[in-house]
């Protein structure tokens, strides 16, 4: 077959025919397949909570899950923000649910906030790249992967009545490209009903003025655009957390009782809690994994492998060859491998001249040093030497006067020997040598 032919036959897309069936097929059962095949492997979702300390981010979860979760309460004096993952397997009707809970331990606790948001940023693309090696694996097993990927992050907004905090405004806007942000007004029992909506109106104006991206509940699939409308119209949810029960009436609800009144979460006209817990959980939860994955995870794949090198088609629009990707990045890389290992080779041999010239300055010094200790050692000789020989002459001098000396006295004494008798003028002798003597004898 000719080149033309085969490239003609590989482009060539067939237009589909409609066919009108016989019978029954049964491929209708598709969808059921689907969720048979579904319902048996479970699902995973992950909420990422993201709020000031003790602003009822746990109190919330349990409320919405109707159970209690281990969570101790958080020290209010960390040195920075970190995330705290807790994994939870539910189980409803026969619907099994990993539950992931992710709490911003510390958030909005430090002096100075700049970079609270950095650990958030950190842990949410951290989940992606575990996903992309998983993906990139040749042994892959994506069926029974745990997917740790962010679904929705709750972002909790203190109840000023007033407006966003600047960390608030940075922090989701750093957010709002890597995961679905559903902002919630938080212990919204302590807000009043007209505080409330101004309030709502306001955190609205001020997300759209910074340009910060908050999760839509979808408005194309028919059966649920129009309650998806709806609540898209009242964001953020205004909420009520408490897993107290209260009786009210003859009936007991999870409210939370205060001296002038009680506050019932489940009631719409006392909070939005109720909208959250559809949209979230019952409405669009499985949007919200779909956009996880087909916007934000693919958003982050597609900067990581470029990061790699790896483009859609090269420079003269030529389909992708990972075959060719990966020969030019292997040539990229033994280059750049070449190079570095001259660079290094250079750096050595600099190193080892710098070396020598040290070597060398230090062997001139010492020998400098001695020669000088040659020349004082000399001097030093020289002078004893001299001290010697003046030594030696006093020592010859001082032996030439003892030996003076004892020649006289012996004179004397044998003279003393010979005359006995004159006593007197050999007394005067005598004394006349001691003169002698005391006067020759220094
Ligand atoms: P850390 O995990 O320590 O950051 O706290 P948290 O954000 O999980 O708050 P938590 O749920 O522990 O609640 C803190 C306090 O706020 C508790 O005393 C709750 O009873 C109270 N609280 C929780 N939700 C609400 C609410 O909706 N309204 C009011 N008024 N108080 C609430
Ligand atoms: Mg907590």
């Not at 309460?73 to 189980?91: G, I, K, M």
């Not at 992931?100 to 950095?118: P, W």
């Not at 009043?192 to 340009?211: A, D, P, Q, R, Y």
Request: aromatic share 8%.
């Amino acid at each position: 077959m000719a080149a033309t032919d085969l490239e003609r036959f590989s482009n060539a897309e067939p237009e589909p025919r409609s066919l009108s069936l016989g019978g029954h097929v049964g491929f209708d059962s598709l969808p059921d397949q689907l969720v048979s095949k579904s319902v048996t492997q479970g699902f995973s979702f992950n909420i990422l909570c993201v709020g000031e300390t003790g602003i009822g981010k746990s109190t919330l979860m349990n409320t919405l899950f109707n159970t209690t979760f281990e969570t101790e309460e958080a020290s209010h004096h960390e040195a920075c923000v970190h995330l705290r993952p807790q994994t939870y397997d539910l189980q409803e009707s026969n619907v099994q649910l990993k539950l992931t809970i992710v709490d911003a331990v510390g958030f909005g606790d430090q002096i100075n906030k700049d970079e609270s948001y950095r650990p958030i940023v950190d842990y949410i693309d951290a989940q992606f790249e575990n996903y992309l090696q998983e993906e990139l694996k040749i042994r892959r097993s994506l069926f029974d992967y745990h997917d740790t990927r962010i679904h929705v992050c709750l972002y909790f907004i203190t109840p000023t009545g007033h407006s966003l905090k600047s960390l608030d405004l940075v922090t989701m806007k750093k957010l709002d490209s890597k995961v679905n942000i559903i902002p919630i007004i938080a212990k919204a029992d302590t807000i009043s009903k007209s505080e409330l909506h101004k309030f709502k109106i306001k955190i609205m104006g001020e997300l759209v003025s910074n340009g910060v991206q908050i999760y839509q509940f979808p408005t194309d699939d028919e059966a649920v655009a129009e309650i998806n409308a709806v609540m898209n119209a009242h964001l953020p949810f205004a909420v009520v957390g408490s897993t107290e029960e209260v009786k009210v009436g003859n009936k007991l609800v999870r409210a939370r009782q205060y001296p002038w009144g009680v506050v019932q979460v489940e009631n719409e006209n006392h909070c939005d809690f109720v909208k959250l817990r559809e949209m979230l959980i019952r409405v669009n939860m499985e949007d919200l994994r779909e956009q996880t994955h087909s916007r934000h995870y693919e958003l982050y794949r597609r900067c990581k492998l470029e990061e790699m090198g790896f483009q859609d088609s090269d420079g003269d629009s030529q389909p992708f060859s990972l075959q060719e990707t990966y020969e030019a990045k292997r040539k990229e890389f033994l280059s750049e491998l070449q190079r570095k290992e001259e660079e290094m080779r250079q750096m050595f041999v600099n190193k080892v001249k710098e070396t020598e010239l040290e070597l060398k300055e230090k062997e001139r010094e010492l020998h400098e040093k001695f020669e000088h200790l040659k020349r004082v050692h000399q001097e030093e000789k020289r002078k004893v030497e001299e001290k010697r020989r003046e030594l030696e002459e006093e020592t010859n001098a001082f032996n030439r006067r003892k030996a003076a000396v004892e020649a006289l006295q012996s004179q004397a004494l044998h003279a003393t020997s010979q005359q006995p008798l004159r006593k007197d003028k050999d007394k005067k002798k005598a004394s006349g040598w001691s003169s002698i003597y005391s006067v020759t004898i220094p």
